[in-house]
């Protein structure tokens, strides 16, 4: 499936979700195990965040073996998740990439928190979070000295998916040559918890 088209699949998707989730009605999922313990195919692959609140099968109402997940803190590029994207990628044939960031993000909060107030009480495993989500913030701290931590909690969450997607690109050689190619797809987007609303950045 090319990335288009996936890409039309997720906001279908997450409209269905939103529609499925207003007024306290119960949203449902269409699964299916039969089939799929002989392999995989999914048409998308999404990075994102741990947050329990952000579970990508469901905010894009997709069923077993539809998508492909990488959760972290934060939605941060590392080694590991780099690794999980070209996997797929190289595997299944999967041409959309989403960095899936949200509104209310901890690894977020934190990282403007320790700019602000520079607090040393992070363990060096969350600091380790903190330290790859800083470059992003950081500007978005220093340029918006009058900004509310709200507002800057939101830009930053931007600022930090948009960094993750270029460095699926830069730090993938990989992945920069199927791009080349036109065989992949790499967008950055947003949930709000608040609607239940993805925004891709694809425009």
Do not use: W
Not at 5 to 25: C, H, M, P, S, V
Not at 147 to 158: G, I, N, P, Q, Y
Not at 178 to 186: G, L
């Amino acid at each position: 499936m090319d990335a288009d088209k996936a890409l039309k699949l997720l906001k279908e998707g997450n409209k269905r979700y939103i529609e499925g989730t207003a007024d306290g009605a119960e949203i449902t999922i269409k699964t299916r195990r039969q089939g799929i313990e002989d392999g995989q195919n999914p048409f998308a692959i999404v990075l994102g965040c741990s947050d329990s609140r952000v579970p990508a099968e469901l905010v894009f109402n997709r069923g077993l073996g539809d998508l492909f997940v990488i959760r972290v803190a934060g939605n941060i590029v590392a080694p590991s998740q780099i690794g999980s994207v070209e996997f797929a990628c190289q595997h299944f044939g999967t041409q959309l990439v989403v960095v899936l960031g949200h509104s209310h993000c901890g690894a977020i909060n934190a990282t403007v928190e320790a700019l602000i107030d520079d607090p040393d009480d992070l363990s060096p495993n969350v600091a380790s979070i903190v330290d790859r989500v800083t470059p992003a913030v950081h500007p978005i701290v220093v340029q918006n000295p009058n900004a509310s931590k709200d507002e800057l909690v939101h830009k930053a969450m931007r600022a930090n998916v948009e960094q993750s997607v270029k460095g699926l690109q830069m730090r993938s050689r990989i992945l920069r040559n199927m791009i080349k190619k036109n065989q992949i797809k790499i967008i950055g987007a947003e949930y709000s918890i608040e609607s239940g609303v993805v925004d891709f950045y694809d425009s």
